[in-house]
């Protein structure tokens, strides 16, 4: 106890200096250490039990809603192996854990990112955010995937009619974050999530829930992260594609129509568990550590790890590696978890108080092509 006293008198002592020497005095709000750990610690718990409220495990993978969520974004977070639960910043941090948005020292932050994947098809997600004095940060993101043409079969065409469709895979995130202290960050984004194949489409909202917290256990550069993300109800799909015209054996009445009623399927809610630690190695190198656990309702547990060097924050190489927990073979010898090591690089450049920075990344899948990111970034 005498130490959390002695440790509130010098944070009360810097805040008079510090209106001392600037003459200012919107004042910084006062926060008790007491406060300052236990926020995170009920944060945690209240994501914990939300999570094993809807925590089914891998017996049901392959069943979930709306798995266009489950893609990652961002050349960064990708080369890393979406690891960076508890160190990502900016509008980078979106997807990964809403928190991190509130983060960036930037008053605008901008992105634009190209991901390759499934051979011929792509991803495309463009984001920004702004920072509000005084309210906290507001995030808008947009993800969508382009498919190439499918040709189309149904019960009656098993091997194909002729025609062709394209799905649309639209989702659309809407993220507030705010810095709580100096050491917390929380963070909220709803996600409007749009899927239309062949005269049917569902329509659906989910949540994320994040927070960080750096300066763990006092200290320096190590920082937690926890992330609930994709909560919400069942999706389910309508339109006219499920109607069936039908005619009624051993009856003499003319054919009928009928509408196949879709089953709703539960979005893939998981949650993730961070732990970071950056570094200054010396005054041009820097380096820093993520590792992450995620526990999803719809698939096995993974683990996963990345590293990041730094030179002269300018230049920067990643790597990471990702592992999924009691991950089986099936018959065939072929394993539910595809993807295997990420690397990438990253250059920034300031022009002038616009921070411009390009970064790559490529990750490894057992099924298909390997997955090329592309991301561009702009701050001021």
């Known amino acids: 106890m005498n130490r959390i006293v002695r440790h509130d008198l010098d944070i009360r002592r810097t805040v008079m200096n510090t209106e001392s020497r600037t003459g200012r005095t919107d004042r910084i709000p006062f ?18 039990a939300a999570a094993c409220a809807v925590a089914g495990g891998g017996d049901r993978k392959g069943t979930a809603a709306a798995d266009q969520l489950l893609v990652p974004v961002g050349a960064r977070g990708i080369a890393l192996g979406s690891s960076c639960v508890a160190g990502i910043s ?13 983060a960036t020292p930037h008053s605008v932050d901008a992105m634009f990112s190209q ?20 309210f906290g940060h507001i995030g808008l993101s947009i993800k969508a995937f382009s498919f190439a043409d499918i040709p189309y079969t149904d019960e009656r065409n098993p091997d194909g009619s002729g025609a062709v469709y394209s799905p649309t895979f639209v989702s659309v995130g809407i993220t507030y974050a705010r810095a709580l202290t100096d050491r917390i960050r929380a963070g909220l984004t709803t996600h409007l999530v749009s899927e239309e194949l062949n005269r049917v489409s569902a329509f659906g909202v989910a949540f994320d829930i994040g927070l960080q917290y750096h300066g763990l256990a006092g200290i320096q550069g190590l920082q937690l992260g926890v992330a609930l993300k994709h909560l919400g109800g069942n999706m389910q799909y309508d339109g006219p594609g499920l109607y069936r015209n039908v005619n009624e054996i051993g ?51 993974s683990y996963r790890l990345g590293i990041e060097y730094g030179f002269k924050d300018m230049l920067y190489l990643r790597a990471s590696w990702s592992l999924a927990g009691d991950d089986k073979a099936d018959v065939f010898g072929e394993k539910s978890y595809i993807f295997g090591p990420a690397i ?20 490894s899948s057992d099924v298909f092509a390997g997955n090329h990111v592309f991301t561009l970034g702009a701050s001021f």
């Not at 926060?31 to 914990?48: G, M, Y």
């Not at 854990?97 to 509130?102: D, E, F, R, S």
């Not at 991901?115 to 005084?134: L, Y």
């Open 31 to 48: 926060v008790s250490p007491l406060l300052v750990h236990a926020v995170p610690a009920v944060f945690v718990l209240l994501l914990l």
């Open 90 to 102: 900016g509008v980078n941090a979106l997807y990964y854990n809403p928190a991190g948005l509130a």
């Open 115 to 134: 991901t390759s994947s499934f051979d011929n098809d792509g991803i495309s997600t463009a984001a920004i955010g702004v920072r509000f004095e005084g």
């Open 251 to 301: 009856s003499d009445r003319t054919g009928q129509m009928l509408k196949i009623e879709a089953a709703g399927s539960q979005l893939p809610t998981s949650l993730e568990l961070g732990l970071g630690y950056a570094t200054v190695l010396a005054a041009d190198h820097s380096l820093s550590f993520s590792s992450s656990f995620e526990n999803n309702n719809f698939l096995n547990d």
């Open 344 to 363: 990438g690089a990253g250059v920034r450049q300031d022009a002038g108080g616009l921070l411009l920075s390009f970064d790559y990344a490529y990750r």
